[in-house]
């Protein structure tokens, strides 16, 4: 797959710088991997640091922003961010309440952050951590922990950042971000690889009418291989993963996340919606509002992933709070007309 | 391409009725190719209904909303929709001070949307009609009304439906979206061709090594076929073609569109910001804000798109005017922060 872009090795930096310039009304560049909100350090709020490889945009660092995540760190493509990064991060927006770190639960971004959150301890930041893990396509209902994080931080990063906002302790936003996580369940489909920028090679190799269903989002391979299905079907089989797994029940209330892998058309995105909706509606199951997009790309991968989060008042009145971020907007004085 | 879809010859219904369940909250579908705003008709204001092919999502039907469009109307993939759907749509939003028609200049388009206005006028609806010629690789400067529609659309109708908020006439509303118009540029490029859901087939040719500067939203073919470029050599191309065109001048404040095509990462098309950037700083020109994403999309056409518009007193306001849309959302309280 060809790519416009200058050397493959630049792709991060001048990605981050670019993204920056396009943003510059809600987000500030402050180190060479780090992007935070623009108003950033907050004094007496709760900061949140997100972060991961490079190369799924916009995901981490469209989060960036008011009601959102306070600061953004990159590691290079797909791969984790260094230690010290986010150190940088963490000191960046640190406003004297402590600092929340949500990511993806991949093994590097674990022990990167966690050796983060040993230095900032050192430097006398207290520092809690939430990984998310809703990908049920990748480990046991039993061995959750297991499991890879996808786009479900959209959800965790909106509820915890609009907590954050109220001026509540670290404690609480763990805790509305755990619930949010625990609540939140994706599973999703590829029908074609992406390639690494560095290498020009596909993440993966499968046949021309073939897709596979439990992906990961770094091109890993999917539970199962099958002929390429319609969109009604795959729907089917994706829905039938996730609800069975929290279990979701008659009478539930949720959000969905309908997103894009890269290469995959916003009509297809919207077809996959059509019967999600369906579906959702004959299992008794309300949809409070949906999120339909590129949030989480593995470059031009062709797939989607479906997401949803169970819902109460709590987890309600924080997703509908003010956010202003690249990803996420939300305006309550305009969303009253809904 | 393997797509994710059921049958080919649906895609324009099912899509449509799945992005209308995606901003429910927003939008509300009139007719099978009919989709309005949720408050439509609003009486006593002027209407905009935009339209055009589908399959360049979300091009049209993101732009319905609050300051923005009043209704969008379809036809099949890359057609042009029908009179008798024009008119539904027409009807279906028309609060009684007339419609202001707003869509690419195609010759399709622009025949079934006279059509259209025709037909509203023996129904007593007054109309205007502006067409957007912002592509300055498809004709001469002379000859600028023979050039293609891009995606200055989005300014077009962001400025004409923040004009039309305000409870202007329909003259006014026209002469500010006239001058929207008249005021952008788009080059565009690309670097493999989308495919139409209904064959399957490619809409160009192009070697594995090559590229396409001036292409259109169609996959119409380019004006030069190049070895591929890198990121930094395309954007000087593309923006010394926008620049000579209008032409800009130092001390100039401008707009952006950064659009990506279908596939390109938003990595790519973050690095395309980057030095589109910097080379209008080494121009003078001074970058009021820029709008990057997918936005007016070919299918999953590899490319992108570089608009300029220029501002004056005027269109800063009206761009800048609260808006509530798929696409685009302005929100003057948060805004005031930058």
Redesign the interface.
């Known amino acids: 797959?060809?790519?416009?872009?200058?050397d493959p090795l630049n792709?991060t930096d001048?990605?981050?710088?670019?993204?920056t310039?396009?943003?510059?009304?809600?987000i500030k560049q402050v180190a060479s991997r780090v992007v935070a909100r623009?108003?950033a350090p907050i004094e007496g709020k709760v900061s949140i640091v997100v972060g991961g490889g490079?190369?799924h945009?916009?995901e981490m660092i469209g989060f960036v922003g008011?009601g959102m995540a306070d600061a953004s760190v990159y590691g290079e493509v797909f791969a984790a961010p260094p230690p010290p990064s986010i150190l940088t991060a963490t000191k960046a927006v640190d406003g004297g309440k402590g600092v929340l770190y949500i990511y993806g639960n991949y093994a590097g971004d674990n022990m990167n952050f966690d050796m983060g959150a040993e230095m900032a301890a050192e430097e006398g930041i207290k520092t809690e951590t939430v990984r998310v893990w809703d990908d049920v396509a990748s480990g046991s209902p039993e061995n959750y922990k297991d499991r890879r994080g996808l786009i479900g931080d959209l959800f965790v990063v909106k509820v915890a950042g609009a907590k954050a906002e109220t001026g509540a302790v670290l404690d609480e936003v763990k805790r509305v971000a755990e619930k949010a996580r625990d609540n939140c369940r994706t599973f999703a489909?590829a029908?074609?690889p992406g390639t690494i920028?560095a290498t020009g090679e596909p993440t993966f190799t499968i046949g021309?009418?073939k897709?596979y269903f439990g992906v990961g989002a770094h091109g890993e391979k999917g539970v199962k291989k099958t002929e390429?299905k319609?969109?009604?079907e795959?729907v089917e089989i994706m829905l039938k993963a996730i609800l069975e797994d929290l279990p979701f029940h008659k009478g539930d209330e949720v959000c969905i996340i309908?997103n894009g892998y890269?290469?995959?058309?916003?009509?297809?995105?919207?077809?996959?919606?059509?019967?999600t909706?369906e579906l959702l509606e004959e299992n008794g199951i309300k949809?409070y509002?949906?999120?339909?997009g590129?949030f989480l790309?593995t470059?031009?991968m062709?797939?989607?992933s479906i997401t949803l989060m169970k819902l109460d008042d709590e987890l309600k009145e924080l997703y509908d709070a003010?956010a202003?971020s690249p990803t996420i907007?939300k305006?309550p004085?305009?969303?009253s007309?809904?």
Chains 1, 2 share one sequence.
């Open positions: 797959m060809k790519k416009l872009i200058n792709v001048e990605s981050i710088e670019g993204f310039k396009a943003y510059a009304h809600i623009k108003d490079s190369g945009e916009p008011v489909v029908l074609s920028p021309g009418n897709m390429l319609t969109a009604d795959a309908i890269g290469s995959t058309t916003l009509m297809e995105l919207s077809i996959v919606n059509r019967r909706h949809v509002h949906t999120e339909m590129n790309t470059q031009e062709a797939g989607c003010p202003y907007n305006y004085a305009l969303l007309k809904r």
